[in-house]
């Protein structure tokens, strides 16, 4: 039931552009996105419910596509305070109440 | 802002040991779930918890774990006879609404067994 994130890892230059990526073999009710600094909770980026959704959050974006149960979160001319580790997060359709987080992907952005 | 709560912020104890780690969920939600991270590693579920009962838990989350909302307003995570594998981060995470909300996250609880 853990999604499958990739990469697991990326080092930017500020200014440059990644896509982290989160896929389900099961149906999915919702995607959440989550980003972790380091000795620190994880903070809530956006959420996703229907399928095709695209939400935005200032320069930070997500899809989803529910056919292919899978998500891809966009982070365009990355900032140096957009490093940490990126979780995304699913719930699975049939009136589950819990989150499943991926194993994360650890995102470096770099002067 | 409205903010989950949890104490103590860090506990170090003997392994053997009972611990019980408090959290103060924010006023008006309803659904409460504790995770739980090793060092470096992703982040666990171990129990979702709704009208007084669990709605689900993970295999993690065997005999030697419970939890309870005794008083209504502390939502705790006891661990009976602590292990050297059960060292970690315990996050509590409450939402207003399950699967459509946002998981506000407490600051975390650190364990650490001896």
């Known amino acids: 039931q853990q999604p499958v994130q990739s990469p697991q890892a990326v080092i930017l230059r500020e200014g440059e552009d990644a896509v982290i990526n989160c896929s389900s073999s099961k149906a999915l009710y919702s995607v959440h996105w989550y980003r972790q600094k380091h000795g620190e909770a994880p903070v809530f980026l956006m959420i996703l419910l229907k399928g095709g959704e695209q939400k935005g959050h200032d320069k930070i974006s997500a899809s989803f596509n529910e056919k292919k149960q899978q998500s891809s979160l966009y982070l365009t001319a990355s900032q140096l305070s957009y490093s940490g580790t990126y979780f995304c997060?699913?719930?699975?359709?049939?009136?589950?109440?819990?989150?499943?987080f991926g194993i994360g992907t650890k995102l470096q952005v770099i002067p | 802002e409205p903010e989950v709560t949890q104490t103590p912020s860090h506990q170090v104890t003997q392994m053997g040991q009972e611990v019980i780690l408090r959290c103060v969920p924010i006023s008006n939600h309803l659904y409460f779930y504790w995770y739980r991270q090793i060092l470096g590693q992703k982040v666990e579920f171990l129990v979702s918890?709704?009208?007084?009962?669990?709605?689900?838990k993970s295999e993690i989350f065997d005999d030697q774990f419970s939890v309870e909302r005794p008083d209504g307003s502390n939502f705790t995570l006891k661990i009976r006879s602590t292990k050297l594998e059960d060292s970690a981060m315990y996050f509590c995470a409450t939402t207003i609404l399950a699967g459509a909300g946002e998981l506000f996250f407490g600051e975390g609880s650190r364990l650490t067994v001896l």
């Open positions: 997060g699913t719930e699975l359709s049939g009136g589950y109440q819990k989150v499943t």
């Open positions: 918890f709704y009208n007084n009962e669990i709605s689900e």
